[in-house]
């Protein structure tokens, strides 16, 4: 196994990794919007959720990865009502690739934000 650290993605804001590779397989850790640029959230769930992805994306990246190698998705929202909105840009950020997903209304996420989203990449 191997604990990636991507550059130019934001930092942890706790005791763990952006990302494990195992094998050929990528594990993130869950994505807040946050960017890195300044360490705060963006605002609005349409910039929430396309910054969580691009986030994930720069640690894909890390290890030659990209979000077509995305094989499954957990979207973490703080209101249900925005499954809409960030479907929206999701599929905007996947294009053509659709991955396995799961979606969840949470109680309350890091920071007060509206969505954090975790992913599993794979290249043979």
Do not use: W
Request: glycine share 8%.
């Amino acid at each position: 196994m191997k604990i990636i650290k991507a550059d130019k993605a934001p930092a942890a804001i706790g005791p763990y990794c952006h990302g494990i590779k195992a094998g050929n397989f990528i594990y993130t850790s869950g994505q807040l919007p946050v960017d890195p640029s300044t360490g705060n959230l963006v605002e609005g769930i349409e910039k929430q959720t396309e910054q969580s992805l691009t986030n994930v994306a720069t640690i894909l990246a890390a290890e030659g990865y990209s979000l077509n190698d995305v094989v499954k998705t957990t979207v973490f929202l703080s209101d249900i009502k925005n499954f809409g909105t960030m479907n929206e840009v999701y599929a905007k950020m996947f294009g053509n690739h659709k991955p396995a997903r799961s979606c969840y209304q949470v109680a309350k996420l890091p920071k007060d934000a509206l969505v954090e989203i975790e992913v599993v990449a794979y290249k043979g």
